[in-house]
């Protein structure tokens, strides 16, 4: 049982801590103060749903509908395209961070970026449901404690970052370091764009 339990962890940390798009937006909204806990509860939720349908065999369904994956992936594109470009003209009229918080999203907006991160990743569904669930159902008996394990890892990690981030905030105080952020955001959104259009 803490064999699979832990295993589940360190495995859901070890795909969930790379960094991509869902990651650096649940960054800035932590050092924005808004929206945090709805932002983090889409992510981690999501996360959820996906390890739980991976591990209940879904991954078998998304492995034989190949056409559903090419829709996000290319939605995942434009709405990821949109997004670094936004980042990049922010970072043209630096704010404070301050300026930012003025400025920040509203609940609706925020939820609904954080959903459209999550979902519209295809990778999501290779990493999460595929690759999680099969590594899940490796473990025979204990693939439900693997399970466990590895939505503990989603629940730790969202709630960290989200909440962790304003330590870093007399850091990113600046108009500078904001303008940094906004661009390599910008730039972390449309490389995954590219990567994601390029298959």
């Known amino acids: 049982m ?22 650096a937006y649940v960054l800035r909204q932590g050092l924005l103060r808004a929206h945090v806990g709805p932002v983090v509860a889409v992510c981690a939720i999501s996360d959820l749903v996906l390890i739980v349908a991976g591990v209940s065999g879904i991954g078998t369904i998304v492995e034989q509908a ?4 090419d829709v996000v992936r290319w939605l995942g594109v434009a709405f990821l395209t949109w997004y670094g470009v936004s980042s990049l003209l922010r970072a043209r009229r ?30 999501v569904y290779l990493d999460t449901v595929l690759l999680l669930g099969s590594i899940a159902n490796a473990q025979g008996e204990g693939r439900w ?45 449309l490389a995954i764009a590219v990567k994601l259009a390029l298959g």
């Open 145 to 189: 404690w693997f399970t466990v394990g590895a939505c503990t890892a989603s629940i730790v990690w969202f709630t960290g970052l989200g909440y962790g981030a304003r330590l870093a905030e007399r850091a990113l105080a600046t108009p500078r370091a904001w303008r940094i952020l906004d661009v390599l955001i910008g730039l972390t959104m």
């Open 66 to 69: 190949g056409w559903i994956l």
């Open 94 to 123: 630096p704010q404070s961070l301050e300026a930012a918080r003025a400025g920040a999203p509203s609940l609706r907006a925020a939820v609904t970026t954080a959903v459209a991160l999550t979902w519209l990743n295809p990778h």
């Open 2 to 23: 803490l064999d699979s339990l832990a295993s589940g962890l360190l495995t859901g940390l070890t795909l969930i801590i790379a960094i991509g798009a869902q990651n």
